[in-house]
């Protein structure tokens, strides 16, 4: 249920609508727009009855919400979302690359990587300290270390973290370190790490699950939001289907109907959803044409000797060429690269 005020409506009015929703043990989320405040209702198994609600001085509609999730939907909070980090803002009408290793592997690479990017003008890097990897023998990220490694690069280039978190045991180490964390596909539905980064002081980046529809994506989401963390960014990386000429199947088909149903940014992640690098740049332009808010992406200074993803990461020089490309498709399609 959503609550519209009036737009001379004061705060006290506001105030006395917060208190009822409170009193009828249900969450209040005050929603300030450019006109008027709305009030989302959470908490609610069945219909809440309106009729205490609508009486309220100030109060001008109640508006149903009909999907299952509330907080990421467009239906109670018309307006885009736009996630901020010291370095950048994610959203709409610009496009945000974010790119890096797939994993830290030492701390020279990792800063060589952050000064090329930071030359290039990206401002966010991605790198695991902590890998899901599908085999227990594959190199599993340097953990601790490498959180050590990205706080320091981070210390002496500027650049902003996305790190990945895969368990509540090292939430508060990835917390401190990270400008956003990152949830893995594998992780999209682990709903005690969803509560845990809810609580979290920094954006999360929700990964699409390997099978997930938008709606359990979206539900994902509102795990977060429901426990007070706000800043979501989707990141669509590819799902399974029978294809086999590609290590996912980049479903970019997604980006229209999440940017209709939910308020959240989705950035694409091409390097997980193709798996081989000559397939990334298409599909990257594709993201930027199809309304996609940014990209999260591998590189890597020396890709065949990668630890992990190196037929999927691209040259410094491939980004380059990427990026020139991307900067000329940026301002016809109304966009600019940040
Ligand atoms: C990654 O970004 O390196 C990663 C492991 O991604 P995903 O969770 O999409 O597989
Ligand atoms: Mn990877």
Sequence with gaps: MLVVMHSHATAQQIDQVVDA????????HPLP???RTAIGITGNVGA???NTLEVLPGV???????????????????????????????????????AGPCSVENEAMVERTAEFLMAHGVRLMRAGAFKPRSSPYSFQGMGGE????????????GIGIVTELMDTENADAVEEVADVIQIGTRNMQNFSLLKRVALASKPVLLKRGLAATLEEWLMAAEYVMAG?????????RGVRTFSDHSRNTLDLSVIPPAKHLSHLPILVDPSHGTGKRDYVPAMARASLAAGADGLLI???PDPDHALSDGAQSLTF???EDLLASLRRLAEPLGKVLN
Excluded: W
């Excluded at 467009?74 to 980090?85: G, I, N, Q």
């Excluded at 490498?146 to 280039?157: E, F, S």
């Excluded at 007070?228 to 669509?236: A, I, K, Q, R, T």
């Design 60 to 98: 001008m509609e109640l508006i149903r919400v009909t999907k299952p999730y509330k907080l990421a939907s467009r239906e109670m909070h018309e307006a885009d979302t736009y996630v901020k980090m010291p370095q950048t803002t994610i959203g709409p009408s610009t496009f945000t690359l974010i």
């Design 298 to 300: 591998e590189i890597h």
């Design 317 to 319: 020089a491939a980004f």
């Design 146 to 157: 490498g959180l050590d490694i990205l706080a320091r690069v981070r210390g002496r280039t």
């Design 21 to 28: 929703i409170r009193r009828m043990k249900l969450t209040p």
């Design 33 to 35: 727009g450019a006109m």
């Design 48 to 50: 809440v009855d309106s």
């Design 228 to 236: 007070g963390n706000n800043n979501v960014v989707l990141c669509e």
